[in-house]
């Protein structure tokens, strides 16, 4: 059972639903093929995903929210926790801070980590993305929100750039490279 339903725009006849642990574990496979989808990552990272989302759900403060179009099938979800020393994203944003500003290190005191907020590709550009990512902020207790997001290209931002702009998020980290990836990314955060 949904905690809340919360009706919406656009796309016509979507719902967003706030996710338990359980619910989101129930969807899991449906939930990382949108996720591969909208990434445009292969099939085969959803085996690769899935303990780790799995995992996720077992954190300290984690929330979920999804949105359902008219046949209860998901086109876009998010999820997050609160971060915390130990975790794996806290530690390379730290190493990354460390090196390039350790000013900066005041954001990993009290945060919520924004991990995954995803759309199907025909489902974006009607603002589901920001209906997303405010019903799961709303009622967060933490005193900021990070995330990270693969570099913008400056001549063409990407729709999550835009987003994240729009609201409110600004610079916490630049052109830092994951251990594992070697694309650059950024780390961008707002106070709650």
Do not use: K
């Amino acid at each position: 059972m949904w905690c809340h339903v919360f009706m919406t725009a656009a796309p016509p006849r979507v719902r967003l639903v706030r996710f338990t642990a359980t619910e989101l574990a129930n969807r899991l496979t449906e939930a990382l093929r949108v996720y591969v989808t909208a990434m445009g990552y292969p099939r085969s990272a959803i085996r690769q995903r899935a303990p780790l989302w799995r995992e996720h759900t077992h954190r300290a403060g984690w929330r979920g929210v999804g949105a359902l179009d008219a046949d209860d099938s998901l086109v876009g979800l998010g999820y997050g926790y609160i971060g915390a020393r130990g975790q794996w994203w806290h530690e390379e944003v730290r190493r990354g801070l460390v090196d390039s500003d350790p000013g900066q290190l005041g954001w990993l005191s009290d945060y919520f980590e924004l991990t995954e907020l995803h759309v199907l590709p025909h489902a974006q550009g009607g603002g589901l993305g920001e209906q997303l990512l405010r019903l799961l902020l709303t009622g967060c207790q933490s005193g900021s929100v990070l995330l990270s997001t693969p570099e913008m290209d400056p001549r063409n931002p990407s729709r999550a750039w835009q987003l994240y702009r729009r609201l409110g998020f600004t610079d916490v980290l630049r052109e830092h490279r994951f251990v594992g990836d070697p694309r650059p990314f950024a780390v961008l955060g707002r106070s709650l």
